[in-house]
Nanobody, 127 residues
Framework: QVQLVESGGGLVQPGGSLRLSCAAS????????IGWFRQAPVKEREGVSC????????YYADSVKGRFTISRDNAKNTVYLQMNSLQPDDTAVYYC????????????????????WGQGTQVTVSS
């Protein structure tokens, strides 16, 4: 059974940092691309980042480039999203997701392309 569990969210001041974790089980993470998405109130779910199975291909939304870094530790079955220089616009519920493909497909991709989702973790950026 495919399972994704996010953690690491919280309240942070503008300019601060958080590291989100996505713990994966029920499939071989080594062979699988993982995406991060976020959804703010009354907004559509948007792609944030994706990392391919070979770890050499990563993709970011323009809004987070240079501030967020995606990485993976296959030995721990975990994918991370390091978020720096956080701003109030980053406030959202963050989700990790997979469609059990090896590659991201050249971009983060649309949410509708992903089949499996975690329950999400809340990130609030506020002073």
């Amino acid at each position: 059974q495919v399972q994704l569990v996010e953690s690491g969210g919280g309240l942070v001041q503008p300019g601060g940092s958080l590291r989100l974790s996505c713990a994966a089980s029920g499939f071989t993470l080594d062979d699988t691309a993982i995406g991060w998405f976020r959804q703010a109130p009354v907004k559509e779910r948007e792609g944030v980042s994706c990392i391919s199975s070979n770890n050499n291909n990563t993709y970011y939304a323009d809004s987070v480039k240079g501030r967020f870094t995606i990485s993976r530790d296959n030995a721990k079955n975990t994918v991370y999203l390091q978020m720096n220089s956080l701003q109030p616009d980053d406030t959202a519920v963050y989700y990790c997701a997979t469609r059990l493909f090896r590659a991201c497909g050249g971009s983060v991709g649309a949410a509708r392309m992903y089949n499996y989702w975690g329950q999400g973790t809340q990130v609030t950026v506020s002073s």
